[in-house]
């Protein structure tokens, strides 16, 4: 990834931060959007980076963002915490508007520019939830599964313009999103910690391990990678 232009999406804070500063790490030259700017600035001010403003619903700021990029990692999702019949459809709307539309438009808009230099490499930040059913995730799920497909399909696609497109499904990560998470619907992290077979919660840095990898694994395409401390294999 020495010198490679990388485009990492909700990177002000916890998976995608980690991510921006572990490609940053190997030599990429990163640019780290979010759609809370200062949050993305904070985090790109300590690694000498560049922050944009960036909504992934916006197919605007979307393009302008991948422009150039030979990496791009999208980590930008909302989640949701009820069964079907509890979800308002404008929640439903919301939460596939971020996860499944954000992270179409930005391969879409990323794709002809890499295919045009001769590659490169896409990350998808899915979840074990697009896998195996998950209680009152309803929207959450079934947005994270079709970024699962999409990153199948995208790989068949585009194989041939040597452009890799994977994905990571994390499990339960340690990060301010699902403290947020578990604030609003009154669990605890104890509870997340024991339903993981490996007893503990995931972290952003060990997401952002996994992401380097099919980052650089050239001869890796269409995998979705479960980094989810056992719980899909319990």
């Known amino acids: 990834m020495e010198c490679k232009r990388a485009l990492v999406t ?23 959007g979010d759609v809370n700017a200062q949050a993305a600035e904070a985090v790109a001010a300590a690694l000498g980076a560049r922050a944009v403003a960036l909504d992934v619903r916006d197919e605007a700021e979307v393009a302008a963002a991948t422009n150039g990029v030979e990496i791009l ?6 989640g949701s915490t009820t069964n079907a019949p509890d979800t ?34 896409i990350v998808n930040i899915a979840s074990v939830a697009g896998l195996v059913g998950l209680r009152n995730r309803a929207a959450y799920c079934a947005s994270k599964g079709a970024v699962i497909a999409l990153t199948r399909a995208l790989a068949v696609d585009h194989a041939a313009d040597r452009i890799r497109v994977n994905a990571v499904a994390p499990g339960t990560v340690d990060s301010p999103w699902v403290r947020r998470l578990v604030e609003d619907v009154g669990e605890s992290l104890d509870a ?10 995931g972290t952003p840095d060990e997401i952002a391990d996994a992401v380097a990898y099919l980052v650089g694994a050239e001869f890796v ?5 479960v980094a989810d401390g056992g719980l899909t294999a319990a």
Request: proline share 3%; glycine share 18%; with cysteine.
């Open 73 to 78: 990692v999208n980590v930008a999702g909302i």
């Open 192 to 201: 997340l910690r024991a339903r993981q077979p490996l007893g503990r919660l």
């Open 88 to 121: 308002r459809l404008e929640v439903w709307e919301d939460v596939f508007a971020v996860n499944a539309r954000g992270t179409f438009l930005c391969c879409k808009h990323a794709i002809p520019g890499m295919a045009a230099r001769g590659g490169g490499a």
């Open 10 to 32: 909700g990177a002000g804070s916890g998976i995608g931060a980690a991510v921006a500063r572990r490609l940053a790490a190997g030599g990429a030259t990163v640019t780290l």
């Open 221 to 225: 395409t269409g995998t979705i990678l």
